[in-house]
């Protein structure tokens, strides 16, 4: 493995320990606690958001709510708990939740005094007459609202999205990427043919592509999960599937066109056209806290966390240096004067965001500070430079020791510029990287070689095997197959190919497969 951007030498002492050839888990850690993003909360497997992490979420939040917003879905609000009997009305769909469900049994607790030790326990009583499950996710109680608001062709299309928390026992806890509780946000739609309702699949399976790429800077290749791998429930699962540094994927979002199986279990039906009552065709969609696990992982360095300017909860950070406590003032005046020119430039639509970091500490903590945050550019000013109106630049796409010294006013109008630079930097790199550690095969020996490697990459294959033989050779090398890569996918000329024959059958196929580790 190399990973993107590796220009720091093992011999140069670097901020995070250790680095990510050296043990990839625990740098990714390491990266969070430097950059102050969470922590580990007293609940297992739950974590606390801090504000520089939450920040990043906010803005993600915001900018795929306006794309939300822009293709006619609205916002609502739906219960955390939903009764067990919802879920039993739909039986696969329960099933693919149901080891990881947290359920609800007791209304009401007890004080009750320990005779021996005095102590005082709480206990669970009331028990309820019917458990209720915190929500896996909302296809079931979402339903069930669906069912109450249609009644006719009329009242269809129902285009909803839901920003919430979701529960999922998760054994193997990692910050961000697997948690108890996450946040997420989940989209829930009904309509009156299947066409429209893949449409809509396809549309939102788009938005995710694009934000990935616009937002995140991080390239990835959409396409449709096999059956084995398909949403509990669902007819299609589409997905977006990203490569991070130590070449495991992602899967960075997911779009289901569910048929009309929700509908006939949870009853939404209307009538049609034609006067008969007819099933609505139902979609769900969603990504969740775990993109901020993935651009850490995607972009982050062995210096900290590295952000892509659109979601840097800071885009631009000013440092004033004061040696000297009579210039300190002067110094300070002028970075706040800096900052109110730039925060009147804008990038991608909104106002840029710049903090001048006034805070009475040695130079060297508050720029490693920074740095660590993965904050896009930092600026420098001096007493020196107040005679000059220069300022020092130093962005965080490229190496710690690399600064340039450039005309303040000049800078301003440029600003923006250089958040477009460092975005484009930001995915050209990740694009290389991802492209280089892709392979494409066509024999099985080879194959079954590749997963003995450490770090090995994703393999593209021909693929014309049954669900059966899939798990196999999942199950003998711990893969999956990642997707089924969509026509139009986004696909490096060395994997440019029609047709071909099955690894495992000698088949002659059009359909190919991209398979990797995952988280």
Not at 208 to 229: C, Q, S, W
Not at 258 to 274: E, M, P, V
Not at 391 to 408: G, L, M, P, W
Request: net charge negative; with cysteine; hydrophobic share 35%.
């Amino acid at each position: 493995m190399v990973p993107i951007g590796a220009a720091t030498m093992s011999s140069e002492k670097t901020a995070i320990s250790p680095t990510r050839s050296q043990d990839f888990p625990e740098w990714y850690q390491q990266v969070i606690k430097a950059a102050d993003l969470a922590e580990n909360s007293e609940t297992r497997g739950c974590m606390v958001i801090k504000p520089w992490g939450y920040g990043i979420w906010e803005l993600i939040q915001q900018q795929l709510d306006r794309r939300f917003k822009a293709t006619g879905h609205q916002n609502a609000y739906f219960p955390l708990l939903i009764p067990l009997s919802y879920l039993e009305k739909e039986a696969e769909h329960a099933e693919g939740f149901a080891t990881e469900c947290a359920v609800v049994t007791h209304h009401r607790l007890e004080a009750v005094k320990d005779p021996v030790t005095g102590k005082t326990k709480m206990i669970p009583s009331g028990e309820l007459a019917e458990p209720y499950v915190i929500r896996p996710t909302s296809e079931t109680i979402i339903g069930a609202a669906f069912a109450r608001w249609v009644e006719s062709y009329r009242d269809l299309p129902l285009l909803i999205n839901q920003w919430a928390n979701v529960m999922r026992w998760e054994m193997r806890p990692r910050l961000f990427l697997r948690t108890a509780e996450f946040l997420w946000q989940e989209g829930h739609t009904a309509h009156e043919t299947k066409e429209e309702a893949i449409v809509e699949t396809q549309m939102i399976h788009g938005q995710y592509e694009e934000f990935l790429r616009d937002h995140l800077a991080i390239p990835v290749i959409p396409g449709e999960k096999t059956e084995n791998e398909r949403f509990p429930g669902a007819d299609m699962t589409l997905t977006v599937e990203a490569m991070v540094q130590d070449c495991k994927a992602i899967q960075a979002g997911t779009s289901h066109y569910l048929g009309q199986n929700f509908s006939k279990a949870q009853n939404i039906s209307f009538t049609g056209r034609d006067g008969t009552v007819q099933h609505a065709h139902t979609t769900s969609w969603g990504v969740s806290t775990r993109l901020i696990g993935t651009l850490i992982m995607a972009h982050s360095d062995d210096d900290g966390l590295v952000l892509p300017p659109r979601v840097a909860t800071q885009q631009i950070v000013i440092l004033p240096i004061t040696p000297k406590e009579e210039s300190r003032q002067a110094v300070l005046d002028a970075c706040q004067k800096l900052a109110a020119s730039l925060r009147q430039q804008s990038y991608q639509g909104d106002p840029l965001r710049v903090h001048v970091d006034a805070r009475d500490i040695n130079g060297g903590v508050k720029k490693w500070d920074w740095i660590k945050k993965g904050v896009p550019i930092r600026i420098e000013i001096g007493p020196r430079d107040l005679e000059s109106g220069k300022a020092c630049v130093q962005r965080r796409d490229q190496a710690i020791s690399e600064k340039e010294f450039t005309e303040q006013e000049g800078l301003v109008p440029r600003a923006p510029e250089l958040l477009q630079e460092i975005h484009h930097g930001l995915l050209s790199r990740a694009t290389a990287f991802r492209n280089h550690n892709i392979t494409f095969c066509t024999r099985l020996e080879v194959f079954h070689a590749h997963w003995a490697n450490e770090n090995p990459g994703w393999l593209y294959t021909p693929w014309a095997g049954t669900s059966e033989q899939e798990e196999e050779l999942s199950k003998q090398h711990k893969i999956t197959i990642r997707c089924i890569p969509i026509p139009q996918a986004d696909l490096p000329e060395s994997l440019q190919s029609s047709s071909g024959k099955c690894i495992l059958t000698g088949e002659e196929t059009t359909r190919f497969a991209i398979w990797g580790r995952s988280y």
